[in-house]
């Protein structure tokens, strides 16, 4: 159930372990200063090739300057963040002063943020999956440790640390869709926020990797297209992609389920080439 907010009352908290606590309205928020940012989120649940994940424009006011304002202590650890719906989150506090975008976000690819996407605010942190990161319905910001709280998720035995794993995914030709002989397009898109696309490859049926051509790239926190061509032969082909990150991190090939930090592996596709008449 989406919580229904009243901006009237509505305050966000920012407090703990911090010199100077303050509150914030929604008008204050939205007075800024603001930024605008393209940012790929991604679910911890995401199973590799999977659809819970996306990109959009995202403003809001830096995390790192609303933490500069209140102070944090040099003993605090642990960022926290905290729904009006009892749902929370925790993350490293040097990942909000890094120089990342880490936002506390009002808007989304320019319009007032949707209520189903964390109206009135909601926190975006690039590079870290939405379990640790992405409250939405954000009511309060708190600076603690990591031994004073285990937030929601870590509660259930999902890890504390779950940096975004370097992605791709297929998207044409879809798994188990047939195709005519003769040139087909591959495509898809690839994600390492923070890092970056510098490349993504396919193979076809174990061969050789074959560089894919890059679209145009929004920034390194956003996903980025890829495309290659292919000339099928008929008959039933594996199609996998694998991308690279600017700092030459490679995608893992290894298996793993999501549970606790996020799957990994190689997308695939198995395509059936036939004639179409």
């Not at 990109?55 to 009006?84: E, K, M, N």
């Not at 808007?107 to 975006?124: K, Q």
């Not at 297929?170 to 047939?178: A, E, N, Q």
Request: proline content about 8%; some cysteine; charged content about 20%.
């Amino acid at each position: 159930m989406v919580p229904a907010v009243d901006t009237a009352s509505w305050r966000l908290r920012v407090g703990g372990m911090v010199a100077a606590p303050f509150e914030l309205s929604h008008a204050d928020l939205l007075a800024g200063p603001l930024v605008e940012r393209d940012i790929t989120l991604c679910c911890v649940s995401n199973e590799v090739g999977g659809k819970l994940v996306g990109t959009a424009r995202w403003t809001g006011v830096r995390l790192a300057d609303l933490l500069a304002r209140a102070g944090v202590a040099p003993a605090a650890t642990q960022v926290v963040g905290r729904s009006v719906d009892g749902f929370s989150v925790g993350f490293p506090v040097p990942v909000a002063l890094d120089g990342r975008d880490a936002l506390v976000a009002v808007g989304m690819n320019g319009e007032p943020l949707p209520p189903r996407h964390g109206f009135p605010a909601r926190l975006i942190v690039p590079g870290l999956y939405g379990f640790t990161s992405a409250t939405k319905w954000l009511r309060e910001i708190e600076l603690t440790t990591w031994e004073a709280f285990d937030p929601y998720w870590q509660q259930r035995g999902w890890a504390r640390l779950a940096p975004v794993k370097v992605s791709s995914r297929i998207d044409v030709p879809r798994d188990y869709s047939r195709v005519a002989p003769g040139r087909q397009p591959i495509a898809g898109v690839a994600w390492a926020p923070t890092a970056g696309i510098a490349s993504v490859a396919v193979r076809v049926d174990g061969g050789g990797w074959r560089e894919a051509r890059l679209g145009p790239s929004l920034g390194d926190d956003a996903w980025r297209q890829w495309t290659a061509e292919w000339d099928p032969e008929p008959g039933t082909h594996t199609i996998e992609v694998r991308a690279a990150t600017n700092p030459g991190l490679i995608q893992t090939e290894e298996k793993r389920s999501a549970f606790p930090d996020g799957a990994s592996g190689l997308h695939t596709s198995h395509v059936r080439v036939v004639p179409i008449t």
